[in-house]
């Protein structure tokens, strides 16, 4: 089966990630896979060092029926069987391009337009819920997934330990409340670092309200990250404070690093995490929840504790991506 993996953004961020590791995962499964772009598609590099095929597709919207017709024509060549549309732009475009019976659009957030497909990948069972509304008759749970490429490590904690976040710098990200849980605990003298890796449109507000906590010295902007693996390496506790996070992939990517883990109780992770046993989940939007959380995973000895073991263990079970591309082999069989 011949699948043509669809994703026309430019930057670099949750679905640009998918799009590679969609790509690596079905060519795992035994299916031979062209990733189709934008030509300045910032992923273009990282697909060239992995040695993934991939053609361009210039384009101006999701209405571009130049572009569409560009399109039509690439995956005749190709000889495609099947396309996967990771984004609205992608999915409208292959609309124009082929027969909706061929396209599979991959639910990344609430906002895809999937009505009249026949197969949709849902990477949460909150988001299978929305799209049964749609009434989609094949709806398969194809969870996010990341490489764990290391066994479980027991961390040394770093004196004083380190707090970390790292995400775009948008609204919907809650940052704010992790700089407001951050000045509960400077205004309790606990002795901690931090660290906060991002960039984005609330990038001055965030420096300013980290300013006005009095956390010059304790709070460090790393700017965009560019090697997880160093962030992850500094840092003791991660956390995740969205206030709506369709996924959250950046949470598998801490617990695959032996990390123990607090996030907002914003919907995927209320399903990856069980509170109180790989992770803690504290209410959206409270500071003061994950303040005490915090101050809970300080007070037990971060290293004595099991949530990072449990983490481990359930991003290793589900979401590493030997595991995550069975799955999407057994769902495009079906769906054949």
């Not at 590099?45 to 095929?53: A, G, P, R, T, W």
């Not at 130049?66 to 024509?73: E, G, I, P, T, V």
């Not at 710098?169 to 809650?174: C, I």
Request: proline share 3%; net charge neutral; with cysteine.
């Amino acid at each position: 089966m011949k699948i043509a993996n669809v994703m026309l953004g430019r930057g670099l961020g949750g679905i640009e990630q998918a799009l590679i590791d969609y790509s690596e995962a079905l060519q795992l499964a035994g299916f031979e896979v062209c990733n189709i772009i934008h030509p300045k598609a910032t992923i273009k590099s990282i697909l060239q060092k992995k040695n993934m095929k991939f053609e361009v597709l210039d384009n101006f919207s999701a209405f571009d029926l130049f572009a569409a017709c560009k399109l039509y024509k690439l995956l005749k060549a190709i000889g495609v069987d099947v396309s996967i549309a990771h984004g609205n732009r992608a999915l409208s475009l292959l609309k124009y391009a082929t027969s909706k019976d061929k396209i599979i659009a991959v639910t990344h957030n609430y906002k895809i337009k999937c009505k009249g497909l026949k197969t949709v990948f849902c990477p949460t069972q909150d988001l299978v819920h929305q799209t049964k509304i749609k009434k989609v008759p094949n709806i398969f749970l194809i969870p996010n997934m990341v490489r764990v490429n290391r066994e479980f490590t027991q961390r040394k904690i770093h004196n004083p330990p380190v707090i970390g976040a790292m995400g775009r710098f948008v609204a919907k990200k809650g940052f704010d409340v992790f700089i407001e849980a951050l000045a509960i605990l400077k205004a309790e003298n606990i002795n901690f670092r931090a660290v906060l890796a991002g960039n984005g449109e609330e990038d001055n507000f965030l420096r300013a309200l980290a300013k006005d906590n009095g956390l010059d010295g304790v709070l460090e902007f790393t700017g965009w990250v560019e090697n997880q693996q160093e962030f992850f390496d500094k840092i003791d506790i991660f956390c995740l404070p969205s206030h709506h996070e369709p996924f959250g992939i950046v949470l598998l990517e801490a617990m695959a690093q032996s990390l123990p883990v607090i996030s907002s109780d914003s919907e995927g992770p209320s399903e990856i995490i069980q509170n109180g046993i790989n992770g803690m989940l504290v209410p959206k939007g409270n500071e003061i929840a994950l303040a005490n959380a915090i101050k809970e995973l300080l007070a037990d000895k971060i290293e004595d504790n099991l949530f990072s073991v449990n983490a481990y263990d359930s991003v290793k079970n589900n979401y590493d991506l030997a595991v995550v591309s069975g799955k999407l082999r057994n769902a495009l069989v079906l769906c054949a």
